[in-house]
């Protein structure tokens, strides 16, 4: 099959990469691939890197994109598409108009949460021309049948999943904290992704005032294209608080699992997060999770089966939970296997497979 996964967006969360993740993966399983992107992005460079087609798109104005979407639709016509595959909510306003009336199906990952209801007349037509809405959790499928006009026949669960080296745990305790430079007999967490007030880095600064016997290694940049330097922040918080010498510092990294295995416990400490990836990676990784009791994260902790679940913002409940975490629940290698890639990709085939759905 013909498989475009596209996005016009500028940044490099996880949106944009897991797009390429499943696009490569697709392709390793056989489908003709490519991105649509736009030039001289995050995404354009990481997709040229792994030699993957590329068709460059300009990025549109969000409302009523007629003149875009007309220009897509022929693209997609002489590139005899089978799927459009997206994941980015700002793009669907395009992608619906561009394939209304053609054999080419929409297929809608899901990346955020719907938590506002979307109703109008617009949202109707809009999400009448989604085959196949895929969501990751329960709890999102939910939300999703709550507040959009989707059916349960649009709608399909397939958790994110991971490359099989993430749970084989290969690397070295001792020789991983020595990249860090972090002692042998340092207790330390970890807090990984960009350095952002939503992603919670400040509330594990609160806590380490009172989980004294505590380091915490902090792996990220500040995110791209907003003009607040959150990580300058954070370091003169750590100054104020004292805890300089107690926190480490380190940029972004292509693989975070030297950083994992450095770590005795992980705390995923957003406000809500939909589906954390550096929560299912801390998990095959074996360590114990620490995560706020919001957004996705309370399900993929098995709602406290396979994790600590603390109130959002509350750096008293982290304290205790680190000070305790030798008795923090891990899942079992069965609870994982959902979230392994062969399992996925073997879903995703099943789904691209299957009949059209789209409700008008």
Known sequence: MNLVFLSSSTGWGGLEQNLLRYANWMREAGHAVTIM???DTPLHHQATALDLPIILMARQKRHLPWRAALKLRKRLKAHHTDFVWMRDPRDLPLVALAVSRLPC???????????????KPW????????????????????????????????????????????????VDRSSARKTFGLADDTRVVGCFGRLDPLKGQDLLLKALETAVDWHAL?????????????????RAQAVSRGL???????????????????????????????????????????LPVIGTNSGGTSELLGHGTHGALIPPGDADALANALYH????????????????????????????????????
């Open 37 to 39: 992107t736009v030039a």
């Open 105 to 119: 199906r929409l297929i809608f990952q899901q990346g955020m949460q719907i938590d506002r209801p979307k109703k």
């Open 123 to 170: 949202h109707r037509w809009r999400f009448a021309q989604i085959d196949h809405w895929v969501t990751p959790l329960e709890i999102l499928e939910t939300e999703a049948l709550r507040n959009t006009p989707l059916q349960p026949h649009q709608i399909a669960r397939i958790p994110l999943a991971l490359e099989s080296h993430w749970f084989e745990h290969p």
């Open 218 to 234: 902090i792996v990220g940049d500040n995110t791209a294209n907003v003009d607040q330097d959150w990580g300058h922040e954070l």
């Open 244 to 286: 300089e010498d107690r926190i480490h510092w380190h940029g972004q990294m292509d693989s975070l699992q030297n950083a994992y295995a450095a770590c005795d416990v992980y705390a995923m400490c957003s406000v809500s997060e939909t589906f954390g990836m550096v929560t299912l990676e801390a998990l095959a990784s074996g």
């Open 325 to 360: 975490y030798h008795a923090i629940p891990r899942p079992s290698e069965h609870d994982l296997i959902s979230f392994h890639k062969s399992a996925a990709v073997e879903s995703w085939l099943k789904l691209l497979d299957e009949p059209p759905r789209r409700a008008s």
